[in-house]
Structure formats: C-alpha cells, structure tokens
T-cell receptor, first 113, second 112 residues
Framework: DVKVTQSSRYLVKRTGEKVFLECVQD?????MFWYRQDPGLGLRLIYF???????EKGDIPEGYSVSREKKERFSLILESASTNQTSMYLC????????????FGDGTRLSIL | GENVEQHPSTLSVQEGDSAVIKCTYS??????FPWYKQELGKRPQLIID?????GEKKDQRIAVTLNKTAKHFSLHITETQPEDSAVYFC???????????FGKGNQVVVIP
C-alpha cells in the first residue's frame, strides 16, 4: 500500500516567517505534487516534480517554491508566509504516466497569524 | 488547459437510494478519469477510476460511466449508506504531463 507521509498535521506560523512543509513517499514514485485545498475551490496545484531536482509550476505557484533533492522527498517552501496562505496543504505522489492515480498524504493544516 | 466541472455541488439522498454525480471535461486528449472520496478530516482516497478505452466500470456499489463524445463521466453509488457521506472529487488527466485536473468537489449527504 502506498504511503505518503506529511511531516505535520497542524502548523501555526507568523507572517513573514519562512515555512517548510515536508512530504515523503515510500513507493519509489517518479511524480510528486503539492496542492492547497480551500472550501469551495477544490484542489489547486501549486507545484509538481517528475524527477529529482526537476520542478514545474502548477496553477498557483506565487509565493511558494519547492525542493526535490531525493526521489522520495518533496518539500514545499513558503518564502515569506502571509495570512492568505492559511490553508490545508496536500502532498501526493504517482508513478510516471498519464494513466496513474495520485496517492495523497493526510494533509497539513497551516495557519499563518 | 483542461477544465473539469462537477454537478451538483451538494447532494442529499435518503439512505438506500442511489446517488449520481456528473463531471464534464474540456480536453479531448484526456484519457484517464479517477474519482476520489474525502471524508471529513481525512485524505482524498481513490475509490474508482476509468480509462478512455472503457465505457463503464463497476466495483460493488459504485460504478463510473464515461461518454467520450459528450466529454462527461459520472459516479453512481447504489444503496447508499451513512458512511458514503463525504466530498467526492472527479479528475481528468491532462494529456502528456502526468497531471490531473480536479473538479471542485461534491458534498454528498446520506440521510439515515
């Protein structure tokens, strides 16, 4: 069974802080994704990566960056946190290919005060 | 780019009745359509998926149908139970780049 683990379930940070969200998958998946989930807006893709050190912008990359130094780990970075980045953040992974499902972590509820 | 829309946004059904959620998509190159169920406070979980070379797929009480000509696909839940209450997301593959485009989700409420 695929296991996608996010480092924190709940996180509270202050405006202007640099915030790191970590995600690890144990299935040797090539693709990893970061989404944010807000009521009424569904899942919006922030960034994704299809290989180590490779990254692609999603639909809402502004204010975020990512790092993928190892295949199993994908980090989301809020360079200078703002209150409008308060949200649920979901990490997912999948095998390479267009016919592959994504497997999600439990999410990190991030609050920026 | 791909645009996926779900209807209705909220659906209430009596326990034992059927529930149907419909999604439409815009990109004719999409060829993979998964459905996810997200219970309150939990991760989205894949419940069923369908590929474009198949018109229908069934797994116990859930089924998915695909109409590629009309660019829509639907989730059918029969004999609904209270544990079916959740948010359901449909998605469609974005051709050639391993991504999925998600709908905004449907809240399904099963009334005991």
């Amino acid at each position: 069974d695929v296991k996608v683990t996010q480092s924190s379930r709940y996180l509270v940070k202050r405006t202007g802080e640099k915030v790191f969200l970590e995600c690890v998958q144990d299935m040797d998946h090539e693709n990893m994704f970061w989404y944010r989930q807000d009521p009424g807006l569904g899942l919006r893709l922030i960034y994704f990566s299809y290989d180590v050190k490779m990254k692609e912008k999603g639909d809402i990359p502004e204010g975020y960056s990512v790092s993928r130094e190892k295949k199993e780990r994908f980090s989301l970075i809020l360079e200078s946190a703002s209150t409008n980045q308060t949200s649920m953040y979901l990490c997912a992974s999948s095998r390479w290919g267009d016919l592959e499902p994504q497997h999600f972590g439990d999410g990190t509820r991030l609050s920026i005060l | 780019g791909e645009n996926v829309e779900q209807h209705p946004s909220t659906l209430s059904v009596q326990e034992g009745d059927s529930a149907v959620i419909k999604c439409t998509y815009s990109d004719s190159a999409s060829n993979y359509f998964p459905w996810y169920k997200q219970e309150l406070g939990k991760r989205p979980q894949l419940i069923i998926d369908i590929r474009s070379n198949v018109g229908e797929k069934k797994d116990q009480r859930i089924a998915v149908t695909l109409n590629k000509t009309a660019k829509h696909f639907s989730l059918h839940i029969t004999e609904t139970q209270p544990e079916d209450s959740a948010v359901y997301f449909c998605a469609a593959s974005i051709g050639g780049n391993n991504r999925l485009a998600f709908g905004k989700g449907n809240q399904v409420v099963v009334i005991p």
